[in-house]
């Protein structure tokens, strides 16, 4: 229907000030020269006061990286991108290792409290505090820039043997446990933006459960890009050792800028026997203005791998950001019945582009996989699903069930589905059902009826839509993914 | 802006094959039909040169996959000469129980006009071979060939372009409805000791307000290697419906490789069946277009294979204007070390807003060697439409299997039964009745050749 020119005037009002978290921090950075060679990568290395078995494993990658090329096959175009004109660091000057909150730039502390995350080891979040009985407390690492600025409950975590702390951190305190995971999920010859990652990635989070722990509080990173011209390659690597589980949450923003800025992380995972891993992302780096100028290209490749019996990897991702998105969270199903799980939900507005599914690969016998993606594609946004099911020989008894759902709104939008298939076991059970729909005028008549404002509605089907996936998040996520979906929309009804 | 992909890429194409599947053109073009019309001349040499820049496909095409062509492109095939297609036929397959009626037959491509008969066509209804029309009538088929297979990102096509020589011609004119089916009967013979290759082009023009039903038999005798590399065009006209079913039976030792292309307009229905059982690889590629407002497209099939055989269906469904109807059902079923490969693409164009798209495909594993690979694809540009697709694997029910077994049927008509009724879903996709019934007796011959 034609949109009323006070409509049209609301909404654009709303989607100027959608993006909160555009702002820019104002701090004095150390910056890396722009260009990336050899000589970057032992700055980096350097900066970092890394040992050398790194620093080789780092510059191996930066010479295969050379003889790859960018991936093709994705549904999404963008200018080529210029490896050179970037910077491979930035940090905000502080004083080397500050000793608590209090010796961390105030601007830094700010731009936190801004954002929403809590630096100070405090029962959190508006809204739970009332509630009785003690909320389970966060414990967040707050990546800034190339740097790991802070992060909080470590001692509480240390008590109990968990290892919570900046990767950098972790390859000067436990070298043999990253010497020993680090690229044996993701190795660095796997794609051209990994192998990048592992040529320059600067931070990120390590985190290691011992046998039989049960993490008694949410570990979540919070990555903010602020420098201009940089980008961000974060590395995060999580080791769920036997019998243990963790719950790991991860955000992510970025000022508004008019160029575009790439941030290629490697998330890696490993789960022992009878260990669980709870993976949730909300994304929402800054997506580009309605004319499509600006926003993060976000090429990430995250995997985990069920290496025991009984294992569990759970991802589920809300993905609302980025100008282009680009990424798989995958399981390795290696443990005999161990279990994958992908839930996601990508919504797409303006010019935004994401390409983006999973991979489940069924290797140990009765592994199970289930994958729950949905879409939502409005203004002249893009939106692919593609996913791998694959069941080698050996996954006997292996059973997947694929559930694809895209929703489209608007006439300029698309939405595709591209799911790969491939099963070599006849006990194999798969199932794959993909559906494409609009928000149907019933619906939308029913809540209008009901006093319900367009937009209102709209948010309220399409959070219908998403309830399966949102559901999965831990309960403090699931309130901010909501409003999100909601966000990420406005403006795309009329 | 994602790029709107409607073709597929040549990238992981192998220039280095091609000269071995065009050096026979040397000797063969000037006394190849038509060599008179300048059209023929220039598709012949833009296939060959397109060829000749890609050669075949190779598994880095993403179309091309789970389909390699390595084995195709070690051999050195020689076109069919007509001295070994001379070989003679008790019987032809038929889907008529009378056995005569209209039909053309092809040995190892070219046309033979003694096995072939067009009795009992209405008058103006033109069924000839390609060879005939364009040494005496190069008009009736300028129009069309070359028009909606387009050479430029399909080496095969391009290949059949330059060999383009004969091939099955078929007209039915403004509203008129054919009471009997039309049979294509294709042989591939071979002869021992060599490859040999042959690329017909078939093309079906159904005017506005037609009808016809058009059965094609793939059938091999001989035990000599052959390349069968099919290319068809279809033109369904306003309101026209097409009906066109095709039984592919040939030999072990061939390779069987299609393309079909059609176009359907406003109101128009083209319904396609393919039935798979033979040939050592075969890929079946259907293309159907919905260029007219309400025009409908059903693409359907089943495709059975065992040994070391090796099956692809890979069809696109392109919604290009509104209000399209699109159905397509496949069922598979797999054993030995037998592999299938489904892939299946529905485009939704910006413009073909209320498009009704399903898709189903379904393959039964009966082996612990078999393989199925499939690509369901979903690209949608438009916000009004209802598109799905479902796509499963797995064995047979065990329960199933127990239930029968309890009653006390053995345990191999027990599973050709289920696998039967596994199969009745696809077959029922077949509105025609006595083909329906045809195609199901070379289902259960299929099922008994197991036993």
Known sequence: MAAQPETIEQVRAVTEQKYKYGFTTDIESDVAPKGLNEDIVRFISAKKNEPEWLLEWRLKAFRVWQTMEEPQWAAVSFPPIDYQDAHYYAAPKMKAGPKSLDEVDPELLKTYAKLGIPLREQEILAGVEGSEGKSPAIAVDAVFDSVSVATTFKAKLEEMGIIFCAISEAVQKHPDLVKKYLGSVVPYTDNFYATLNCAVFTDGSFVYIPKGVRCPMELSTYFRINQANTGQFERTLIIADAGSYVSYLEGCTAPKRDENQLHAAVVELVAHDDATIKYSTVQNWYPGNEEGVGGIYNFVTKRGACRGKNSKISWTQVETGSAITWKYPSCILQGDNSVGEFYSVAITNNFQQADTGTKMIHIGKNTRSTIVSKGISAGKAQQTYRGLVKILPKAEGARNHTQCDSLLIGDQCGAHTVPYIESRNRSARIEHEATTAKISEDQLFYCRQRGISEEDAVSLIVNGFCKEVLKELPMEFAVEAQKLVGISLEGSVG | ?451
Request: negative net charge; proline residues 4%; glycine residues 10%.
């Open chain 2, 1 to 451: 802006m994602a790029t709107m992909t409607t073709t597929y890429s040549t990238r992981g194409a192998d220039p280095a094959t091609a000269p071995a599947f065009l050096a026979p053109l040397d000797h063969l073009r000037s006394g190849l039909p038509g060599a008179a019309l300048s059209w023929v001349r220039d598709l012949r040499e833009q296939g060959r040169e397109r060829f000749a820049a890609v050669g075949l496909p190779t598994v880095r095409n993403e179309s091309w996959r789970y389909t390699n062509l390595r084995d195709l492109g070690k051999l050195t095939f020689q076109p069919a000469v007509t001295a070994d297609s001379d070989a003679c036929f008790d019987v032809l397959p038929t889907v008529r129980p009378e056995g005569h009626g209209p039909r053309l037959v092809f040995v190892d491509g070219r046309f033979r006009a003694e096995l072939s008969s067009t009795e009992g066509l209405p008058a103006g209804v033109e069924l000839l071979s390609l060879a005939t029309a364009l040494t005496d009538h190069g008009d009736l088929v300028g129009d069309h060939i070359g028009r909606l297979a387009a050479a430029d990102d399909r080496p095969l096509v391009a290949l059949n372009s330059a060999y383009l020589a004969d091939g099955p011609v078929l007209r039915i004119p403004r509203g008129v409805a054919l009471a009997q089916p039309i049979e294509l009967v294709f042989v591939s013979v071979g002869a021992e000791g060599r490859a040999t290759s042959f690329h017909p082009r078939t093309l079906i023009v159904a005017e506005a307000g037609s009808r016809a039903v058009v059965v094609e038999h793939h059938v091999g005798c001989g035990t000599g290697t052959t390349l069968a590399n099919h290319v068809a065009e279809i033109f369904v006209g306003e309101g026209a419906t097409l009906h066109h079913y095709k039984a592919q039976r040939e030999g072990g030792a061939a390779f069987h490789l299609s393309h079909t292309a059609a176009t359907v307009a406003k109101d128009g229905c083209y319904d396609n069946f393919i039935l798979t059982l033979g040939g050592r690889l075969s890929r079946n590629e259907v293309v159907s277009t919905l260029a007219g407002t309400d025009a409908r497209t059903h693409v359907s099939g089943g495709y059975m294979v065992r040994g070391n055989q090796h099956a692809d269906t890979t069809t696109l469904i392109d919604h290009a204007q509104p209000n399209g109807t699109s159905r397509e059902v496949y069922k598979g079923v797999i054993d030995d070390t037998a592999r299938a490969v489904f892939q299946g693409k529905i485009i939704v164009r910006p413009q073909a807003q209320k498009t009704d798209g399903h898709q189903l495909n379904r393959a039964l594993l009966l082996s612990d060697t078999a393989e199925i690979d499939a690509k369901p694809e979903l690209e949608i540009h438009a916000d009004d439409v209802k598109c799905s697709h479902g796509c499963t694997a797995g064995e047979l029910d065990d329960n199933a299997l127990f239930y029968l077994r309890a009653r006390g049927i053995d345990q191999e008509t027990a599973r050709g039964l289920l696998i039967g009724a596994f199969l009745a879903e696809a077959m029922e996709e077949i509105a025609e009745e006595p083909i329906r019934e045809a195609f199901h007796s070379l289902v259960a011959g299929w099922l008994e050749e197991k036993r």
